[in-house]
């Protein structure tokens, strides 16, 4: 979530690892990575039938190319949700300013942009196939992408849905473990843009605002993990060290109440049961920014602690992504990677993104499956997501939860 913005504010010296393609299901190393040269059409590129069910697959967003990085940050310094800081207006316009040739050059390590929009087209067309057959009744089903700092936007989104003539709307959030922050920053902004495009309410919202602990989503990371773990000899396999690693957030954050620590220990617990293996393991945090206390451990303060301990194979698993970008494809391959390598720990791998996985597919659409189900009557939100944090001062959060309850 925050790798650009702390690599926005402090870049790491620059990686001088050879970059190679690799393949779509292959666990990979933390020295490899996937190139995405050009962006496959989204939804919105893609005529359909009017849809009788809309899916919004929300979530950050990143660059798709190099001239998309300077607004990207704009809009990422400019959301107080993400990241509050003083002046907020201005203090973006400079960081943004001063920061996009770097942010371009690690951009440029991992194919030129973000793939993040490529494999969320993947994701939704796979899951809207599906759910056509698994939930004949609400189909036919359309996803929209709608990112919160990249394109396509949720403005866009919500003008190709309003062209579409949509009367029934989910908002799905990409992110498994729920955050003030993440889910919470999206969904306060379809809150704002719906005042404006669809001011007389013609489309019906409901909202899925975490599945952390959904068994589809637990299957398909240990699937990952039992790859990931192949690649290390069967004597000493069980010794292998699991790092889940998530991003972090500012204990300003946490101590307001916000539910994502717990959820993504939620997912941690749930994949080590289902693994039922004998290996050591731990939660760590990654893309800390600036000064203030944020969760920790870092993530690789604890790969380069354990190494110093002797513990030289070590699996990373990013356990709150659903699929590649920055965070992995940098900062966890690339950035990480070079450190270790330069301390000497020689077993450092990182399991495969979940991506456009068969079996993620299936959990994203008996997700949404179960949601039409759910929500068929009144109920259009969670009642853990109806209640604020206790610490929450954000006025937005209130007046948003207000309109999706009616």
């Given at each position: 979530m925050f790798a650009s913005a702390r690599?926005?504010?402090?870049?790491?010296?620059?990686?001088?690892?050879?970059?190679?393609?690799?393949?779509?299901?292959?666990?990979?190393?933390?020295?490899?990575?996937?190139?995405?040269?050009?962006?496959?059409?989204?939804?919105?590129?893609?005529?359909r039938s009017k849809p009788k069910t809309a899916i919004v697959l929300m979530n950050l967003g990143g660059p798709s190319k190099q001239e998309e990085v300077h607004d990207f940050l704009l809009r990422l310094f400019s959301d107080g949700d993400l990241i509050p800081l003083p002046m907020q207006k201005y203090l973006a316009q400079y960081i943004a300013k001063r920061r996009t040739p770097q942010i371009k050059d690690q951009y440029n390590k991992i194919g030129g942009g973000s793939p993040i929009r490529q494999w969320t087209t993947e994701q939704g067309k796979a899951m809207e196939k599906l759910l056509d057959k698994i939930s004949p009744e609400t189909a036919p089903h359309k996803h929209y992408i709608a990112f919160r700092y990249a394109s396509p936007l949720t403005t866009d989104a919500l003008q190709e849905m309003k062209s579409d003539g949509?009367?029934?709307?989910?908002?799905?959030?990409?992110?498994?473990?729920?955050?003030?922050?993440?889910?919470?920053?999206?969904?306060?902004?379809l809150y704002r843009q719906l005042q404006h495009l669809d001011p007389e309410r013609k489309m019906k919202w409901s909202v899925i605002d975490r599945w952390h602990s959904h068994p589809g989503l637990i299957q398909a990371f240990v699937n990952k993990i039992k790859a990931?773990?192949?690649?290390?000899?069967?004597?000493?396999?069980?010794?292998?060290?699991?790092?889940?690693?998530?991003?972090?957030?500012?204990?300003?954050?946490?101590?307001?109440?916000?539910?994502?620590?717990?959820e993504v220990a939620a997912t941690v617990n749930a994949v080590m049961e289902k693994l039922n293996c004998k290996n050591p393991y731990r939660l760590v945090w990654q893309s800390q920014v600036g000064p203030k206390p944020w969760l920790g451990p870092q993530t690789i303060k604890a790969i380069l602690g354990l190494g110093e301990k002797g513990h030289n194979d070590q699996l990373l698993v990013p356990i709150a992504f659903t699929s590649d970008h920055i965070e992995t494809l940098f900062e966890l391959d690339l950035e990480y990677g070079e450190q270790a390598h330069e301390a000497g720990i020689t077993g450092l791998k990182r399991a495969e993104s979940l991506n456009a996985d068969p079996v993620f597919i299936e959990a994203m659409a008996d997700i949404v499956k179960n949601h039409l189900k759910e929500t068929a009557g009144s109920t259009s939100i969670s009642e853990q997501f109806s209640v604020r944090c206790p610490g929450c001062t954000n006025n937005t959060c209130k007046d948003m939860r207000d309109f999706f309850k009616q």
């Open positions: 690599s926005a504010l402090r870049v790491p010296s620059a990686a001088s690892v050879t970059s190679q393609v690799w393949a779509r299901r292959q666990v990979i190393p933390c020295t490899a990575l996937r190139s995405f040269a050009t962006v496959a059409p989204t939804s919105q590129d893609t005529p949509v009367a029934r709307a989910v908002a799905f959030t990409q992110y498994p473990q729920y955050s003030c922050s993440t889910t919470g920053s999206s969904m306060n902004e990931g773990l192949q690649q290390y000899p069967a004597e000493s396999r069980d010794k292998v060290i699991i790092l889940f690693s998530a991003h972090s957030l500012p204990m300003e954050i946490v101590n307001r109440g916000d539910h994502y620590p717990s």
